[in-house]
């Protein structure tokens, strides 16, 4: 059996076997080969389509967040930089001072931010607060935290410097205070016509001095207060508010009571108790109560305090301790504080708020 081409041709075998022409062999792999290029053309046309939405998705995404961005920061400018004379800081500003916000130079962290030590271009020591991540509630509690802070006038408390907002870095979304060397996290505004202060609860009640937590005034001797329970901790090794216990009085109270009682050595921490010199445990307990006084001007200057803990000055007779302004007996301070220390201990916010109108 021949074709035409002779027997020696291939297809004359193919043929006699009934095998598959080598023509036919090629133009199969031929299809085959146009077939998978044709899968893989349509798989990445598919996938760069894919591409080309996300890309403009995230484009779209972030032209609307760099929009409502703009609008944000020209309201902050419009509230806050007509009245206050604070700068504008951009972000490569504080970055550059601070050293890319290096923990080394962390000092201090609290319920919404952290606060950085650094040294701006023109040689100013300040304190940068970068808040938390912020929603749109947070937002506005950054304004108003600027706004108060802008307004309080303190010999002891150092001006707002300016602030930073950025919507897009590599640290996400963010929002800085900057002051000279020290933050402040208690200022928030509430509707009405009112300032909202507020401090963070990790035994913040009984820190603040009764004239600050009462009716919200500053004064030079507030911090005398907080520097006095912090004495009285150190040397009792009570806590400055037993929030398990409701009967439980403040330190200042408890060591008032004490001393009073000429039971020095009951407020003397057991662990110290046979340690040190009886009398500079007492000299330290002394002036810890006579810095914690409850009236203002019966408070020494923190300069005063420490020459007394050095027994370079003597310690005055503790005075009484009067009623603060405003309470009739001490039952109704009383009461007043234990509804005072009532709210820091439940506040579902941990925050221990006062009104105080304007």
């Known amino acids: 059996m021949v074709n035409e081409f002779g027997p020696e041709d291939p297809r004359t075998a193919g043929c006699v076997l009934a095998l598959p022409s080598a023509n036919k062999a090629r133009r199969s792999h ?11 053309g349509a798989f990445f046309r598919i996938l760069g ?3 080309c939405v996300t890309l403009y998705k995230k484009w779209d995404k972030k032209r609307k967040q760099d929009a409502l961005h703009q609008v944000y920061v020209t309201s902050v400018k419009s509230q806050i930089l007509p009245n206050t004379g604070a700068k504008w800081f951009q972000i ?12 080394r130079n962390l000092i201090g962290q609290g319920g919404s931010g952290s606060v950085y030590k ?3 271009s023109d040689g100013t020591l300040t304190a940068v607060k970068k808040f938390f991540d912020m929603d749109s509630k947070g937002d506005e509690e950054f304004i108003n935290e600027a706004k108060i802070i802008s307004k309080i006038r303190h010999r002891n408390l150092l001006p707002l410097r300016g602030f930073c907002v950025t919507s897009d870095n590599l640290n996400g979304k963010g929002r800085y205070l900057v002051r000279e060397l020290q933050i402040l996290d208690l200022a928030k505004q509430s509707k009405g016509g009112q300032t909202h202060l507020t401090t963070r609860v990790a035994g913040t009640y009984g820190y603040l001095a009764p004239e600050y ?9 507030s911090d005398v207060y907080s520097f006095g329970v912090v004495i ?15 009967s439980a009085l403040l330190i200042t109270d408890w060591a008032w009571t004490m001393v009073k009682s000429r039971n020095v050595e009951g407020v003397f921490n057991v662990s110290i108790r046979e340690e ?6 007492e000299r330290f307990v002394h002036v810890g109560i006579l810095c914690a006084h409850v009236m203002v001007a019966l408070r020494p200057t923190i300069e005063d305090a420490l020459r007394m803990l050095e027994g370079d000055i003597d310690i005055p007779r503790l005075p009484d301790r009067p009623l603060p302004l405003g309470f009739e007996s001490f039952e109704s301070y009383s009461l007043h504080c234990d509804r005072f220390r009532d709210i820091s201990i439940s506040s579902s916010s941990n925050s221990l708020s006062r009104y105080i109108p304007k």
Request: hydrophobic residues 40%; positive net charge.
């Open 276 to 281: 040190g010199p009886k009398r500079v445990m």
């Open 213 to 221: 937590a009462f009716y919200g005034q500053l004064t030079e001797k």
């Open 49 to 51: 389509a894919i591409g």
């Open 232 to 246: 009285l901790e150190i040397m009792s090794g009570r806590r400055v508010l037993d929030a398990s216990n409701s």
């Open 118 to 120: 650094g040294t701006l």
């Open 92 to 103: 490569g500003e504080l970055e550059q001072a601070i050293k890319g916000f290096s923990q």
């Open 30 to 40: 031929h299809f085959n080969r146009e077939l998978v290029f044709g899968f893989l």
